[in-house]
Every structure is written in C-alpha cells, then in structure tokens.
C-alpha cells in the first residue's frame, strides 16, 4: 500500500470513529467550556475582591482603626489585602502602646499568611513588641533571627539599629560596635547610617578601649 493510500484509509477510519463518537467529544466540549467559564469568573470575581477590599482599606482612619482593620481582614480573608489589614491592625496597636495586642496580630500575619509579602515587616513587630515590652533577651534574638535571614532586605536596618541599642542595655558594647559600623558602611546615606555614626561616637566615648579593636579602616577587628 502506497503512502497516499494508507493516508485514505487512515482517514477514513478517523472519519468512521468521529462518527461513532461525536457524542462524547461535544460532552466533553462542552464540559471544557464550562470549567474555562468558571475559572475565568472565579479570577475576575477575586480581581473585583481586590480592588473591593483595597478601597476599603484606603478608607480607614481615625479612632479604633484597628478595629476596622480586623473587621476587613474577615471580610476578605482570601486576597492580598488581608495580611496587609491585619499588619496595620498591630501596627495601629503598637502605637497606641497596646503591645500585647499588637504582638499577637503581627505573630497571626506570620501564622495565617506564611506566603505574604508582609512578612519580614511581621517579624520585626514581633520583636519591636518584644522590646516594648522589656522583654530585651527575647526580643535580641527575634531581631538577631531577623537579620540572618533576611540581611539584605531594608527591614534589617531598623533591626541592627534595635539590637545595637540592645546590646548597649545589655552591657555588650563590642556587638553594638560592630552593628553601629555596618550601619555607617550600608546606610551611609540614611537616617539610620547618620543615627548610627552619632551612636558610634557616643559609644567610643564611653568605651574608649573599644578604639583599639577597630582598624584603620574604620572596621571593627575580629
């Protein structure tokens, strides 16, 4: 059989099975279309959810904001918009000296949202509220753990200016040092580069000897 031949038969055979079930390929065409409908309007109702649960969150002030935040983190627990609620919940407590209250809400951001982008914001409050609290030994591990893990992240900055001021408290200068001088070299330029020279200087001055442990460089020597 010639190559033109076999392609006929093999069409006709195609043809006959279509023939024979054409049912079930329309059945299952039209399951096909269905779930694609009812994907596409899952992803546009969740888009709409977003930008709901966006503008609502704009629109929360005044007195009891926490409260507000709570409230939308319920009504919108499956979209961005939540964990961001519930860290601005903590955030508003922190402020008003509720430090208590705002540890557990930064500590549910880490546990209910493990994938939201909100986290290392999470893990500083934690260990802010920790500190607020005088719970100085705690919270210089939250904030060491902090900044192992994410050291390049901008958080880490407000993290080595806490745990150098921790250090200071806890009569452990060398560790200050060394956490005041990686300020002054990563952010040089920034409020906390500035605030850490000055806490270098007054730190120095206080512990003289502590010169004879940095190099010419400025760097502290191991």
Known sequence: MNTEAAATVGWHRFLNWLETNWKYILQGAAVVAVVATVISFYYWNQGQREIMASEALSNVNGPNAADAFLKLAGQYPKTDAAPRAVLLAASDLFMAGRYADAQAQFERVLRDYPATSFRVQALLGVAA??????????????????????????????????????????????????????????????????????????????????????????????
């Not at 992240?153 to 806490?162: G, H, I, L, M």
């Not at 005041?180 to 206080?206: H, K, N, P, V």
């Not at 004879?212 to 460089?217: G, S, T």
């Open 129 to 222: 509220c920790l500190d607020a609290q005088g719970k100085t030994a705690e919270a210089a591990t939250r904030y060491s753990e902090l900044i192992q893990r994410h050291p390049n992240d901008s958080v880490s900055s407000q993290a080595r200016s806490a745990l150098a001021r921790l250090y200071e408290m806890q009569n452990q200068p060398e560790k200050a040092l060394q956490l005041y001088l990686e300020l002054t070299r990563s952010e040089a330029y920034s409020s906390f580069g500035l605030e850490a020279g000055i806490c270098l200087q007054d730190l120095l001055a206080r512990h003289p000897e502590l010169k004879a442990k940095m190099n010419p460089a400025g760097a502290a020597q191991p």
